[in-house]
């Protein structure tokens, strides 16, 4: 189980049942068509769908808690039954570096499994200045939030 030589450590097979899950796929109904991966801020863990999916076809089954991830020997923990993406570890180290954030929207065209975090990290933040909270290229766009109203809200200006 590795993409980029990323290893994954399933900690557990448990379903995930934070109560944020239930939003998130509200979240999906109201963005509809798109495809991507959402992640939010559980404590000092992470609920994330995942793997890319049309976000308005989300339930409860498609859900990981991801505790940590570990930079300098690239493992992901996780907690759950899907195999996450390794974009996963990309919005950990989002989360961890933008305390003002707690919610990432992660549309894209193509699942890139072949992705180094840190360096996918770095090039998001260089390219997302200050207190920004929206980072667009050819093939992905991510939202970040403090929380879902204005998440989906930038969402909706965006689409």
Do not use: C, W
Request: net charge negative.
């Amino acid at each position: 189980m590795e993409g980029f030589g990323l290893q994954f450590f399933q900690l557990s097979k448990d379903k995930v049942r934070p109560p944020v899950i239930l939003e998130v796929i509200q979240l999906g109904r109201e963005v509809a068509d798109k495809t991507g991966i959402v992640s939010v801020r559980y404590g000092k863990r992470m609920v994330s769908t995942a793997f890319p999916m049309p976000l308005n076809k989300l339930t409860e089954d498609v859900f990981v808690e991801v505790v940590d991830y570990d930079p300098v020997k690239n493992t992901l923990m996780f907690i759950g039954e899907p195999q996450p993406s390794a974009l996963l570890a990309v919005h950990l180290l989002l989360l961890r570096v933008r305390e003002d954030i707690n919610l990432i929207v992660h549309l894209h065209k193509v699942e890139e499994n072949t992705v180094d975090p840190l360096k996918r990290a770095k090039e998001i933040f260089s390219s997302v200045k200050g207190e920004g909270y929206v980072f667009k290229n050819k093939e992905e766009s991510l939202f970040f939030g403090k929380g879902f109203a204005d998440t989906v809200e930038r969402l909706k200006e965006e689409m």
